[in-house]
């Protein structure tokens, strides 16, 4: 079955510490993007990337960083630098057709904490 | 200002009434999405929309390109409607922006 997976589900990190989430799909989608969503607030754009080796700064990306080396994969590296981390993290990937037919996936979410 | 903006930000409603979420964007885009999200963080996609009107079972979506608008309709609500709902728009070149969403919920 196609479908998003991110990883890991919650997280505990330590003030200085990096963390890198997982974002992983199976549907061929060429466009991925990161989320972050603070408790009753909507979502803001970290970073997107609409090609294999290409990505783009979002909204709030000081403190993150990307990469996409893969199609499959679009990992995000919360760095010590972002200074209020802890928030739901969620990925999504999607594809636009010919018509304006398309896709949007979501992953689970990763939901991090730190102490 | 934001990009994309929703209204209400609150709404209760009865169980079987008509609900109406409206959304406003102010730049260029290729498509429209609804989503809806439920406690626990989960999203899924309701419609995806680049012209006219969408219907799946008592949800009703549609756009007007040239007016920068759409309209997510719910037909004789349910308590388990309840949920966030949220319009995002795919703006050229991929970037794809959220609304803040709109907190709907149904009393029985």
């Known amino acids: 079955d196609g479908g998003i997976t991110q990883s890991p589900k919650y997280l505990f990190r330590k003030e200085g510490q990096n963390v890198t989430l997982s974002c992983e799909q199976n549907?061929?989608?060429?466009?991925m993007y990161w989320y972050r969503q603070d408790p009753g607030q909507g979502l803001r754009l970290i970073y997107y990337?609409?090609?294999?080796?290409?990505?783009q700064k979002g909204d709030i990306a000081e403190g993150y960083s990307v990469s996409r080396e893969k199609k499959e994969s679009f990992p995000l590296t919360v760095t010590s630098a972002q200074k209020n981390p802890t928030a739901f993290y969620l990925c999504?990937?999607?594809?636009?057709?010919?018509?304006?037919?398309?896709?949007?996936?979501f992953g689970e979410g990763s939901r991090l904490t730190v102490l | 200002k934001n990009e994309v903006e929703q209204s209400p930000q609150n709404l209760t409603a009865q169980e079987g009434e008509f609900i109406t979420i409206n959304c406003s964007y102010s730049?260029?885009?290729?498509?429209l999405h609804w989503l809806q999200q439920h406690p626990g963080g989960g999203i899924v996609s309701l419609f995806m929309?680049?012209?006219g009107k969408k219907k799946h079972g008592r949800l009703i979506a549609t756009i007007n390109i040239q007016e920068k608008h759409s309209s997510l309709h719910i037909t004789a609500s349910h308590p388990r409607d309840s949920a966030v709902y949220i319009c995002?728009?795919?703006?050229?070149?991929?970037?794809?922006?959220f609304g803040a969403g709109t907190i709907l919920r149904v009393k029985s």
């Open positions: 929309l680049s012209s």
């Open positions: 995002a728009v795919l703006e050229y070149g991929n970037k794809l922006v």
């Open positions: 990337s609409q090609i294999v080796n290409d990505f």
């Open positions: 549907l061929n989608h060429d466009a």
């Open positions: 730049v260029g885009i290729s498509a």
């Open positions: 999504a990937s999607s594809t636009l057709r010919t018509g304006g037919t398309g896709e949007l996936f």
